[in-house]
Each structure stands twice: as C-alpha cells, then as structure tokens.
C-alpha cells in the first residue's frame, strides 16, 4: 500500500482548487449558518474532514517504553501500602499512553498493566465483558481461577481470561509475584458494551494443581476432544505453556539452520497463539504472539493499521520506534500505535530476543481495515 498521500493534505488540495473570497453580504450569511448549526447541535463537514479522514492515520497515542526496572519496584511499593479486595479488585498499575491525555491505556483499544500480588494474598472473583489474559516475564507461585479451573502461573506462560468468565487470583507462597494483564478495555468502553458482576469473596478453587483441567481436555498438540467439536468464541485452553512455545521457537531456527523455510525471515523466529476450534485468534479482540531473534537479528521495518504492546522476555536489543531507537532489556515493555513505523534488532553480544506480543489485529481484520506497508514492498 502506497504511503506517497502522507505528502497530500486536505488543506493542499483545497489551496489548489481556491474559490473566489465571498462578499462582506455572503461572509455574514455564512456566520449566521455557523452560528444555527452550532445552536441545532451540528458541526459541517467540510471544516472537519482533515481530522475525521486523514491522508494516513495520525493516532493521538504515541510510540512509549516503560522500563521493567522502573514498574516493578513502584508495584512493590504498593504492594505495601496498597490492600487487594473488593471495590478495586485488583492492585494492577496500568500503563498510561503519554500521548492520550492521562487515560489508563496503552492505545486507544488496548489496556496493559503490571499486576502485583503479595505472599498468601486473594484477588477476590469477579467476571466483566472485557477479554483478558496475563503473561508472566519471571516467578511463580500464583494459580488464576478460571470459571473454578485452578491455573498455574509460571515464567513464560500466557493465560487466558476470556470475556464474562469468573476469575480470581491467589498467591500460595511467601514470595510476592507479579505479571502483565492486557485487556480490551478501551475498546470495550468506547463501545459502550461494558457489563461487570462480583463473584465469590476469594476463590472458588483454592486447589494447586501443575495442569489445570482445560489443559488436561485441550491441550494436546493436533488432538481435539471429540467431546468437543463445536467451535468456541474464545480458546478453550486456559496457559499456553512456555515450554512448548520455546520448542517451537527453537526448533524454527533449528530447520532455517538445515535449509529448510520456518522462520518469518532470517534470524527470526514466531509463533501465533491459537485457538484450537477454530484455528484463529485466542480471543476475538485480542491477537497473542511470541517472537525469537538471533543473535544480531533485525526485522524490516514496519507499519501496520492497529496497535500492539510489546514485552521483551529474555535478552536484549533495540527497536526503533517511529525513527527514535530505544535500548530494550528483559521485562521492558513498548507500544507501538497504528501506522508507526517499527523494527526490532537484537544486540549481538547476547544468545537471542525474545520477545512477547499482543494486538488489536483481529478487530480490523474482521472489519477489513487492516493494511501494512514496508518500504519497497508493494
């Protein structure tokens, strides 16, 4: 798709096409029709088209790093001070775009916070429309409670909290442990579609189990219950464990090194989170990736409509970001607003980039507004 309209404006079109200045009786004529479509609650296009249809879209949500090193110890810190129970449910710290305005969010449909619990504390239930998941960067210890599915919490994993599913949280160790939750929030609620209801004080299975029961039924590679042949909105599998996604993610780079085509490009492992129903998107508002680079790997740079957070998992590297370059280490997390440019490259001291990725693609794709561009690409 050809990026040469960022070169057009509507104000340089309308320059080309000048009509004659109206006369002092007109120019009061058209005060007047200002002034009546204000009062009837009415604006005209034509004073508004360069913001409502740019050439390209301009978000208002900016490209952002936050450190690791930064959010985890002001999560502690509220650990401390701060209680978990009813009323704010959860103590999650969201990561506020700079560019939106002091609104909780990350983009303008995505919502991405650092959750913080303590030793032996409960995240009471609750259930809201809005489609969630956690993915976890270090610890263990916490088991989430899925509609009364007990569901570890390990290193590496990506869990899964669909919309109006019952969920609580609760830590069985004396250890404090945090993770990052990313939601639809934004979308949800520009939407007007919100629903919430409280559910059980703590949780409804304080069990411990290493495998939940979703795993158990589901989460077998190629194999479907025949129990379960319907497809479902949302996957069925409640952790995508991080020991199938880094075999997969190696044995990617294993057969590039035969010769063999696996991998996105050169260097660069990934793998899509699925669900097994249906074969698409884990839920219907959240796309869910990991991605693997080699030692002094890069990605081309890209632009894609809708927008993606990033967290670097192990190792380290940059990405440059709307043509800034920002340094990036393990836990640190990026956004990258629609139509901005990006690429990742991993520094070449290190065994590898991994990195973890959640986006709003699958909205756009089921309204048939996504579009990418790479330079020199057609």
Not at 18 to 30: F, G, K, N, R
Not at 220 to 236: I, M, Y
Not at 273 to 284: A, K, Q, R
Request: hydrophobic share 40%.
């Amino acid at each position: 798709m050809s990026i040469s309209a960022e070169n057009t404006t509507h104000e340089s079109v309308a320059a080309s096409h000048a009509l004659p200045e109206p006369t002092p009786e007109e120019a009061a004529q058209l005060e007047q029709l200002y002034k009546d479509f204000a009062a009837g609650n009415m604006v005209p296009l034509w004073t508004e088209i360069g913001d409502l249809m740019p050439m390209v879209p301009t978000p208002k949500a900016v490209p952002h790093v936050w450190r690791w090193d930064d959010l985890y110890p002001l999560a502690a810190r509220a650990g401390d001070l701060v209680p978990v129970g009813r009323g704010g449910e959860r103590r999650a710290i969201a990561l506020a775009n700079p560019g939106l305005a002091g609104t909780p969010y990350a983009t303008p449909t995505l919502w991405a916070a650092i959750q913080y619990l303590g030793p032996h504390e409960v995240a009471p239930e609750h259930r809201h429309s809005q489609n969630a998941f956690r993915f976890v960067v270090e610890g263990e210890g916490v088991w989430t409670v899925v509609n009364g599915d007990p569901v570890a919490m390990r290193r590496g994993d990506f869990l899964l909290t669909p919309g109006w599913n019952f969920h609580g949280h609760h830590n069985d160790t004396d250890q404090p442990m945090a993770w990052i939750d990313g939601l639809d929030i934004p979308f949800v609620h520009y939407a007007d579609a919100g629903f919430f209801e409280f559910g059980t004080e703590r949780v409804t299975d304080e069990a411990t189990p290493d495998i939940s029961r979703s795993e158990r039924l589901w989460a077998h590679p190629g194999l479907r219950p025949l129990s379960g042949l319907q497809d479902t909105t949302n996957s069925p599998i409640a952790a995508y464990r991080w020991e199938h996604t880094d075999a997969a993610l190696r044995e990617q780079l294993l057969l590039e090194d035969e010769g063999h085509p696996a991998t996105v490009s050169q260097g660069h492992a990934a793998i899509r989170y699925s669900n097994p129903t249906t074969g698409g998107d884990v839920m219907p508002t959240i796309r869910a990736e990991f991605h693997r680079l080699r030692a002094g790997a890069s990605t081309e740079p890209l632009r894609e409509v809708g927008s993606s957070v990033w967290q670097v998992f192990e190792g380290t590297g940059t990405a440059i970001l709307n043509g800034e370059t920002k340094a990036l280490a393990k836990g640190d997390l990026f956004v990258v607003p629609s139509w901005q440019e990006w690429s990742l490259t991993a520094d070449a001291d290190q065994p590898g980039f991994d990195l973890f990725r959640f986006s709003d693609a699958p909205i756009f794709e089921r309204l048939n507004f996504n579009r990418s561009y790479t330079e020199g690409r057609k």
